[in-house]
């Protein structure tokens, strides 16, 4: 019995550091679009949350991560920022980040599909985040049904 769960921790640990991976892959990618659209040079610090919902028969990732500008030689933490990003869930490339933005404190958008879990996922208050905004959404390892048909 004790290696069976020796065998599913190691599972559970490398289903963890593939999705670190393709998490940190997904941020890169997002603020490489920021960046050029902004003129900007922040790089990748942390990944703080990360929520998977579908909706609509569609994936989407919500992530909160942070960002350090590289536009200065001083290494203060007044150069960090939270960033928020929506991808879809299906990522190929840069076309499909939704949307990469800076949170801040004030910061308090509604999303259906992040709310109640933890971490907590900081959502831009502009609301130009498309997934989540219904009450339509499926995690992962839930089959869709409703107990309300």
């Known amino acids: 019995m004790e290696g069976v769960s020796q065998a599913r921790m190691f599972c559970l640990l490398s289903l963890s550091q593939a999705i670190r991976k393709v998490a940190r892959y997904h941020a890169e990618v997002s603020l490489h679009k920021y960046n050029r659209a902004n003129n900007t040079k922040f790089e990748l610090v942390e990944i703080r949350a990360i929520r998977l919902f579908f909706e609509f028969g569609g994936g989407c990732i919500h992530y909160n991560f942070t960002a350090k500008s590289g536009d200065h030689d001083i290494d203060d933490d007044g ?14 490339n840069e076309n499909d980040v939704v949307l990469c933005c ?16 933890h971490p907590v996922v900081v959502h831009p208050s502009s609301q130009a985040y498309g997934g989540g905004s219904s009450t339509c959404i499926n995690f ?3 089959d869709g049904s409703s107990d309300s048909d």
Do not use: R, W
Not at 79 to 92: D, I, Y
């Open 102 to 117: 800076i949170v801040g404190g004030n910061d308090a958008g509604h999303c259906y599909g992040c709310e109640g879990h």
């Open 140 to 142: 992962p390892g839930s």
């Open 79 to 92: 150069n960090t920022k939270l960033f928020f990003s929506e991808v879809n869930a299906s990522f190929q």
